[in-house]
Nanobody, 126 residues
Framework: VQLQASGGGSVQSGGSLRLSCAAS????????IGWFRQAPGKEREGVSC????????YYSDSVKGRFTISRDNAKNTVYLQMNGLKPEDTAVYYC????????????????????WGTGTQVTVSS
């Protein structure tokens, strides 16, 4: 199983980025994907997740209304469109996969993700 996050970069406050999580080695369409982030000196935080279809999604309060998660099962890829970026969004962003039940639990700090990808750095300057 491999998960590769990409699309990070440096932007100014108010800017946008689109992260991608490319997956391989498992039946992608059967599993949820979660996005997490970790800033220096802080605990990992659940940001957003999407179920096996495009219908079920979750957003943390800190990103609701600014970030949009989507998936393309034909491309084995999940996207995180991040608009209205703020300096407090600065972190390394990771994607991970598990069942929906485990993923939604992980959004609030429970362990349970089966596989983690590499991270991509997002830096937002004021």
């Amino acid at each position: 199983v491999q998960l590769q996050a990409s699309g990070g970069g440096s932007v100014q406050s108010g800017g946008s980025l689109r992260l991608s999580c490319a997956a391989s080695g498992f039946t992608f369409a059967d599993y949820a994907i979660g996005w997490f982030r970790q800033a220096p000196g802080k605990e990992r935080e659940g940001v957003s997740c999407i179920g096996s279809s495009d219908v079920t999604t979750y957003y943390s309060d800190s990103v609701k209304g600014r970030f949009t998660i989507s998936r393309d099962n034909a491309k084995n890829t999940v996207y995180l469109q991040m608009n209205g970026l703020k300096p407090e969004d600065t972190a390394v962003y990771y994607c991970a996969t598990a069942t929906w039940e485990a993923t939604i639990g992980a959004m609030t700090g429970r362990d349970g993700m089966d596989y983690w990808g590499t991270g991509t750095q997002v830096t937002v300057s004021s």
